[in-house]
């Protein structure tokens, strides 16, 4: 299948592998009907209903009219090319897809969302900003391919923490929505999509990072494409992985990590520790303060 063959036209679900009937491992499935055994834990997601509720329409309205994350765009720059391929995993409501667009103008940006209810908003945001090098794929990624169960948060009055979203059990909130999701692979992505090239990654998905990188070994080691991880403890903990070990395997790579400091500028880290983190190919020099601030 060729690239094309993914695109959407504009910001619309490209046609999945895992369309059709998705069996559900036998764990899986226990949780599907059960939750955690709370009462208050149910198996739907909010998009399913349709309610145009006021916290629905904020998000919507947040997605389309808002930009958030615009003091990274000079780094962004310096690491996409106009003709690049991004993938941005977990793109929740759009804020980074929407920049991504603009700097792969001539390139093609995946956007990974399995909640729909984040996806309802992701595909309407990035229409009404003509964001029409993206593709909006309802898949989550990880080690290997499967289906997993999302965990929605809700908060007490009655709105969705879509952006906590996450896969694992749920530790902290009293409330939660359930939601049967597709998994796959970045490497399986790559395959099915004929990728010639993968020039950047961006991953906030809740502590799934490092399963993740599990299944996108080839991809890394091939095409070297600059990362950019969201990494918590509590979180990594959730998805049974841990920070250090998230550094290591990356150092085996032949990654450096870096963060952005109050300047706007990607400075080493020298440990690990709880951040947005850049991770560039260790052949690959940290974009340099003046060009990053000039873009």
């Not at 998805?239 to 952005?260: I, V």
């Amino acid at each position: 299948m060729t690239q094309a063959g993914w695109q959407s036209g504009y910001a619309g679900d490209c046609k999945s592998p895992y369309s059709g009937s998705i069996p559900l491992p036998a764990s899986s499935a226990a949780k599907f009907w059960h939750g955690s055994g709370r009462p208050r834990d149910r198996m739907t997601a909010p998009y399913f209903r349709w309610r145009a509720s006021p916290t629905y329409l904020a998000h919507l309205f947040k997605a389309i009219f808002k930009q958030h994350h615009t003091r990274l765009i000079p780094i962004f720059r310096r690491l996409i090319p106009e003709d690049g391929v991004v993938l941005d995993v977990g793109a929740h409501a759009g804020q980074y897809a929407k920049i991504f667009s603009r700097i792969a103008s001539r390139g093609q940006v995946f956007a990974f969302e399995p909640g729909s209810y984040a996806r309802s908003i992701l595909k309407i945001a990035l229409a009404l900003n003509r964001c029409g090098n993206v593709s909006v794929l309802p898949l989550g990624l990880g080690a290997r391919e499967g289906t997993e169960i999302l965990t929605v948060p809700v908060k007490r009055p009655g709105s969705y923490g879509f952006g906590l979203a996450h896969f694992g059990p749920e530790t902290c909130w009293e409330r939660v929505e359930r939601e049967a999701v597709a998994i796959t692979t970045i490497d399986r992505i790559v395959e099915l999509l004929e990728l010639p090239r993968l020039d950047f990654i961006k991953a906030d998905i809740e502590g799934w990072e490092l399963q993740l990188l599990r299944g996108a070994l080839r991809a890394i080691r091939r095409f070297r494409p600059a990362l950019l991880l969201e990494l918590n403890t509590q979180a990594l903990e959730r998805a049974g992985d841990d920070l250090a070990t998230a550094f290591a395997t990356l150092g085996e790579l032949g990654y450096r990590p870096a963060m952005c400091d109050p300047a706007g500028v990607l400075v080493p880290v020298t440990e690990p520790r709880n951040d947005d983190i850049w991770w560039l190919p260790a052949e690959r020099a940290l974009p340099a303060p003046d060009a990053a601030r000039r873009g």
